[in-house]
């Protein structure tokens, strides 16, 4: 067992509503990176999960006529059920209303008590149960009515006036300024580093992190007139899943700290601020980077029940599968920005990148080798300097793209593999092995053994992003399961000459425009 190890995480998700597109899109971010890091040999531990305590839980609970535990299991199962469907390889999916993870809460909670940070007093101020959050006065803006205030998100906030537990994030102001300034890749994107940076500057209050007017969470150890603020909770999640003081199996020094927590930007407050100073207060060590994804409007709207245009990962499903799916939502925008999702993109994207860039490439050559090689692995009769270029750009790619990865470059890493694709495509058009069948039929062999060479390279490196189609590529170049990870894309693993190869096959359907809007 190799001692690499990667520990990522994808937000827990509220059960107050459906999984949507952008559910499907934070993890299958993760799930790219998660399987990448899995073939370049590294002991993974990939969580997600779902959160489902507080009150906007328990409103939508009574809204629907049952109980909030009854309501948890229905939806959370819908979270569950979509993850088979896109492949996601998460190790662990979590609920914070299970046994393990209110232990580990209430272990925490009793740490930063010991810590000396936690206290006893009234919170008078806004909260906006959409987004469970305290907003500051200066952060509103006038709403409907003189009881409602609108919060910089456009949730509505109302005042509240309650007994409640604070956490001394005052005290954390400066401890996490230099936490940013010594590392600049704690937070990402830049901008997120920025907005947080400059929210921690102007100066942190305590936080409330108890209420007590409804009894949905976890029981402040002690005093279970009060249940714990959700966010607290709901942050615990990434500790709780390695089995910190819960009595579980603890993988706390194998993957403690995270390496990313991957967020949607809306959230990076709670876990750049708040996460970080409740681990310090707690003695245990912060998470190496937080990185916020983007948010996705779909055609030009933002995404909503009331309008209607609420993407389903059944209708992704549906019109683009799930690699077709994985691979739209993470090559439109550069990962970290928003973006606006629109079939005509994303059709556009597997047709030209799928179909006509790695299918067409793979289709072109395989059936080339059937025809003019007797359907073997052909024989490399000498490489020439074209040859080696492109050789030397497919093996170059695992340490190239696990820079992006790590820096969370998702989309850098899939134009570098296409760059590889669409080179290896300019190639066969430059290299013309249909004139070279009666020319020179070595030289032929050799170019559709240079071929084949790249597209196993280009293929095991797709696996992470087109799991199904990428392994349906490898199969028909007959490469064993165990000769698929990144330490087989070089010269020294390269194709058997005179393997025999299946009659090949098309991988990645073109896609018609109007097929996909009629779905
Ligand atoms: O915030 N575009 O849960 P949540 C991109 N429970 N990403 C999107 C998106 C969109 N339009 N919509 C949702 C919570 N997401 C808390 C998290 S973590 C300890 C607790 C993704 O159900 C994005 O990752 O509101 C966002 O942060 C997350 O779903 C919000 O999920």
């Known amino acids: 067992m190799t001692d690499k190890n990667y520990y990522i995480t994808t937000p827990i998700y509220y059960v107050n509503g459906d999984p949507h597109l952008g559910h499907v899109y934070s993890t299958t971010a993760a799930d790219v990176c998660a399987r990448f890091k899995r073939l370049a040999g590294y002991n993974v531990h990939f969580l997600t999960g779902t959160d489902e305590h507080g009150q906007k839980v328990a409103q939508s609970a009574e809204k629907a006529g049952v109980s909030p535990l009854a309501f948890c299991d229905e939806v959370s199962q819908k979270f569950r059920d979509v993850l088979e469907p896109f492949q996601i390889s998460n190790d662990d999916f979590i609920r914070t209303t299970e046994e393990r993870h209110k232990k580990t809460c209430q272990a925490l909670w009793q740490k930063l008590e010991a810590s000396g940070d936690i206290y006893l007093d009234k919170y008078a101020g806004w909260y906006a149960v959409r987004d469970e959050a305290y907003y500051g006065d200066d952060e509103l803006t006038d709403g409907p009515d003189a009881d409602t205030k609108i919060a910089p998100s456009g949730a509505e906030c109302k005042w509240v006036e309650e007994e409640s537990y604070f956490f001394h994030l005052s005290k954390y102001g400066d401890k996490l300024l230099d936490l940013y300034k010594n590392n600049p890749e704690f937070i990402g994107p830049k901008s997120s580093y920025k907005e947080i940076s400059a929210?921690?500057?102007?100066?942190?209050?305590?936080?409330?992190?108890?209420?007590?007017?409804?009894?949905w969470g976890v029981p402040v150890p002690g005093n279970d007139?009060?249940?714990?603020?959700?966010?607290?909770?709901?942050?615990?999640?990434?500790?709780?899943?390695?089995?910190?003081?819960?009595?579980?199996?603890?993988?706390?020094?194998?993957?403690?700290?995270?390496n990313v927590h991957l967020v949607g930007k809306e959230i990076t407050r709670f876990h750049a601020i708040y996460w970080p100073a409740f681990l310090m207060s707690a003695n245990l060590p912060v998470p190496q980077k937080i990185?916020?994804?983007?948010?996705?409007?779909?055609?030009?709207?933002?995404?909503?029940?009331?309008?209607g245009n609420v993407i389903t990962p059944e209708t992704l499903l549906e019109r683009y599968g799930s690699d077709g799916s994985r691979y739209a939502l993470l090559r439109e925008m550069p990962f970290g920005n928003d973006g606006n999702f629109s079939h005509e993109n994303a059709v556009g994207r597997i047709n030209g990148d799928l179909a006509n860039g790695l299918g067409n490439l793979a289709q072109r050559s395989l059936s080339m080798i059937a025809k003019n090689a007797e359907g073997k692995v052909p024989a490399n009769n000498g490489l020439s300097d074209d040859d080696n270029i492109l050789l030397d750009l497919a093996y170059a790619l695992p340490s190239q793209t696990e820079t992006h990865i790590d820096a969370m470059h998702i989309h850098k890493y899939l134009e570098a593999v296409w760059h590889v694709v669409g080179e290896a495509n300019a190639y066969i058009d430059a290299q013309a092995p249909w004139k070279l069948k009666k020319e020179d039929p070595d030289r032929m062999k050799t170019v559709l053994y240079v071929l084949a060479e790249v597209i196993r390279c280009c293929a095991i490196m797709a696996q992470p992003i087109i799991p199904t189609g990428a392994n349906k590529v490898l199969d028909q170049l007959v490469i064993a399961g165990d000769a698929r990870t990144f330490a087989n894309v070089n010269a020294d693993s390269t194709l058997t000459s005179g393997t025999e190869l299946p009659v090949p096959q098309g991988v990645f359907p073109r896609l018609e425009l109007d097929t996909a809007e009629a779905a």
Do not use: C
């Open 199 to 215: 929210f921690v500057e102007s100066g942190l209050n305590d936080l409330s992190i108890s209420r007590t007017t409804f009894d």
């Open 225 to 258: 007139k009060h249940v714990m603020y959700v966010w607290i909770d709901a942050l615990t999640n990434y500790i709780s899943a390695l089995g910190h003081e819960n009595g579980e199996n603890n993988m706390m020094d194998q993957y403690w700290p995270a």
């Open 291 to 307: 990185y916020a994804n983007g948010w996705w409007v779909v055609e030009g709207e933002k995404m909503s029940k009331s309008l």
